[in-house]
Each structure stands twice: as C-alpha cells, then as structure tokens.
C-alpha cells in the first residue's frame, strides 16, 4: 500500500470566492473517489487539514462551517489528512533535510514539500486544480545540496478523476503494484498445441507438452519463424502475457509463442523468469 502525498502546492492561487471554494472541494474528493485500492486511504501532509487556507479568509475548517452542503464535503476532507508527510526518525526524513527539493512553473520557483515527499516515498500526489497548470499530471522537481543539482524522474499529481484513469496513471500502478500471479482454471492436457508443420516440430511438441504443466500457461500459440542467432531462452515478452521461447540448445533456433495467465507487463515478466527457471536446459 502507498500513501497519497498532498500537493501543498496546489492551494494557490487561494479561490476568489466560497462558489470556487465549493467546486475545489468537491472535484478534490472526486478525484480520491477514483483513487486504486493499492493506496491507503488517508493522505499525508504537513499540518492539521482543516487548516488549510482556501480563501484570504477562509480555511477549510472555516469552510466547513459554512452552509449543510460544504459541511458535508468539508467534513470528508478533513476526515483524510493524515501528518506529517514524511515520519520522524526514517530514511526518506534523513534524505529530505540534506537537499533542498524545487519545481519550477509558471516561470518561478519554488519549493515543494509534497512533491518531494511523493518522490522520496516513492508515491504519487494529490490536490486541487487551483490553476490550469495543475491539470498536468507528470511532473519533475530539482533536488540540491552542496554537491550537485539534479532532476527528479518524473512524478505523477493527479487533481482531477481522470487522471486515476489515464494511460500514464496505469503504467505507474503496473510498475509499483506488487505482483500478484493468477494460475489456470485449466488441466494440463485441456490446454491447446498449435504448432507449424515445419522441420522441428517433434522436439517443439514434446517441449509444448512439458510447458504447458506450468500453472501459469493457457495455450501453445503457434511455431515461431528459426531464430538460430537467439541466445536467450526468452525472446519476448509481451504486455497481454504472450511470451516467445527459443530452444536455444537446437540449431535452427526452434522456439514457440505461449499464452500465459499474465494480465499486465510486470506480471508477464515474472512468469517469463518461472518458465526460463523451470524449463530452460540452459538454467
């Protein structure tokens, strides 16, 4: 699990009036509704929510006090705040003291505590969409100390539902979710052979027939043209959790594309390393 960093950044420019305040409010819980299981559900930031400025005059805890409506919305947020960003007495604390960590917009600098937070816990920020520019989802900050001055990789801050649902959103939970196998419903002999009548097809049968006992492999897909210049016994790795083996050990470089239970690139991956482990005589 991943906490969600606020993106203290996002409060400015303050809202003009209570009717911005409002739509804030709401569109920032919008955007947590569509939030992934895979992240905590209370968010770190540096102080109490309710103290959060909105308004020249109004904080959030103020907002709250407002009208039946707001108290309903303001009472959710003020139920997610979760302090301070990074725990005393850790690794990530130890890194943030030592650098002076800023992101440049809008043709000024300025230092982010959240977006730092994010990256040295390895996570993801949340806020509000103050401005146009926050409705960009990737972002990078400079880290600086006495020795060198550096750019971030990027770090993702979402202000809007969407982006939980963006392409660049899915990728990043693929990366960071743990991985999670799913075996086949199906018995071993149940799984279906589909191999060319080409030279070799003999030894890929036999070999398909020893594959396909993997818990994790759904079907033999096809012959793979001769790949004799292969030298690794996994040639391929696809995102859809198709994998193309070569039997590096023949000398026509026999190999075969094999459906597995892989639903996303990280999982195909892993598999593609039990099946190398299990079954290549080059282990």
């Known amino acids: 699990m991943k906490d969600l960093i606020f993106n203290e950044l996002t409060i400015s420019p303050l809202a003009p009036d209570f009717g911005e305040v409002f739509q804030r409010v709401k569109q920032f819980i919008s955007t947590y509704k569509e939030r992934h299981s895979f992240f905590n559900k209370r968010i770190r930031l540096e102080t109490y929510m309710g103290d959060l400025q909105l308004t020249d005059g109004m904080s959030l805890q103020q907002f709250c006090n407002e009208t039946p409506q707001s108290r309903t919305l303001g009472s959710v947020l003020l139920g997610l705040g979760k302090h301070p960003f990074i ?3 850790t690794p990530e604390e130890g890194r943030y003291i030592e650098n002076r960590y800023v992101i440049c917009y809008n043709g000024n600098e300025k230092e982010s ?5 994010a990256y040295l816990k390895d996570t993801i920020c949340i ?6 520019y926050w409705k960009k989802i990737e972002h990078q900050i400079i880290i600086s100390n006495k020795d060198e001055v550096v750019c971030t990789p990027i770090i993702l801050s979402v202000s809007e539902p969407q982006h939980f649902k963006s392409l660049i959103m899915k990728k990043w939970l693929e990366k960071h979710q743990p991985v999670s196998l799913v075996k086949s419903s199906l018995e071993s002999g149940e799984k279906p052979i589909n191999l060319c009548n080409d030279h070799g097809k003999d030894v890929l049968d036999r070999f ?3 594959l396909r006992m993997s818990p994790y492999v759904t079907a033999i897909v096809n012959s793979l043209p001769f790949n ?4 690794d016994f996994i040639k391929s790795v696809d995102a859809n959790g198709l994998i ?13 594309a094999v459906q597995t239970t892989g639903r996303n690139f990280l999982e195909s991956k892993a598999i593609a390393e039990i099946l190398k482990s299990s079954y290549s005589r080059t282990k």
């Open 113 to 117: 505590i959240g977006l730092a937070a």
């Open 87 to 89: 725990d005393e007495d």
């Open 208 to 210: 398909s027939k020893r």
């Open 127 to 132: 806020g509000f969409e103050s401005e146009k």
């Open 228 to 231: 004799p210049n292969q030298r």
């Open 244 to 256: 193309e083996i070569v039997l590096t050990h023949t000398d026509k470089g026999l190999g075969i």
